[in-house]
């Protein structure tokens, strides 16, 4: 057997073995500094960092947009990002350790909020080719396996991606580059390849999703908030099928369409 590096496994494939070029996805610590205060340490991929500890203050309803920020700053190593607002803040008492598979974090205080809905429906093959879009735009996964990968689109034209170790961490991602962008979204759907627990619902929520759709599964918690929410929430989406576990009236099918509803291909 050759001698190997971490970025040179070897494959037992077929009862043999052969020396492979897969490097494994990094794994880094960032630690979030709010106004000058430590508040927690992200377990996280090391890409888009100032990006996810804004959308992360974003989801966790501490800064409503970008205006509340007053400087963003990362030092050298990349280990810290230290963000300042325009106001004073408390950093929550309680976090709650979130079912992420890097250990996600998210506030006591943080609540889930309706998502506004709209007489749009959307046709299946969107949900469709979204899917498979997310399969191309996942470059990091497609070098290393091993990350997650979600992005935010209208369906049509506009797309926003993030990669990264946590699930959690891609709606981040999303979520701080949604606040530096200016484009008008006609719509939101989520697409992501991480199970959609009920933080990933309510983070979803929080960026205006009014479809979630996952290339796995949705929890039973989720289930719920998602029928609460207006939110239709799709599992086990593949290139030919889908699931619908909630709101499949925004998904065009044979089901009646109600009048004034406009369908988009």
């Avoid at 203050?57 to 050298?76: F, P, Q």
């Avoid at 998502?115 to 080719?129: G, H, K, L, T």
């Avoid at 960026?207 to 207006?230: D, F, K, N, Y």
């Amino acid at each position: 057997m050759t001698n190997f590096t971490a970025n040179n496994p070897l494959l037992f494939f077929d009862g043999s073995w052969k020396e492979i070029e897969r490097p494994a996805p990094q794994e880094v610590s960032i630690n979030l500094y709010v106004n000058g205060k430590f508040w927690l340490t992200f377990k996280c991929s090391p890409f888009l960092i100032e990006m996810m500890a804004i959308g992360f203050l974003y989801n966790e309803h501490i800064i409503s947009s970008k205006s509340d920020l007053a400087h963003v700053s990362t030092c050298e190593n990349n280990s810290t990002v230290d963000i300042w607002l325009n106001y004073t803040v408390e950093r929550p008492e309680n976090w709650v350790k979130t079912s992420g598979c890097t250990g996600g974090q998210t506030s006591s205080a943080a609540f889930i909020e309706a998502v506004s809905d709209s007489n749009e429906i959307i046709c299946p093959q969107i949900i469709i080719d979204q899917m498979l879009k997310l399969h191309t735009l996942q470059i990091q996964y497609h070098q290393t396996r091993g990350i997650h990968c979600s992005i935010l689109t209208d369906g049509i034209e506009y797309d926003l991606v993030a990669e990264d170790i946590g699930r959690h961490n891609t709606i981040d991602k999303l979520a701080g580059q949604l606040l530096f962008d200016t484009r008008l979204w006609k719509r939101k759907i989520l697409i992501t390849s991480g199970r959609i627990s009920s933080e990933m619902l309510q983070k979803s929520a929080r960026v205006g999703a009014s479809i979630v759709v996952t290339r796995t599964s949705p929890t039973q918690a989720s289930i719920q908030s998602a029928a609460e929410l207006q939110i239709c929430l799709i599992g086990y989406a593949r290139k030919n099928q889908f699931t619908v576990y909630s709101h499949p009236e925004k998904i065009a099918s044979s089901i009646k369409v109600q009048e004034n509803s406009t369908i988009v291909c």
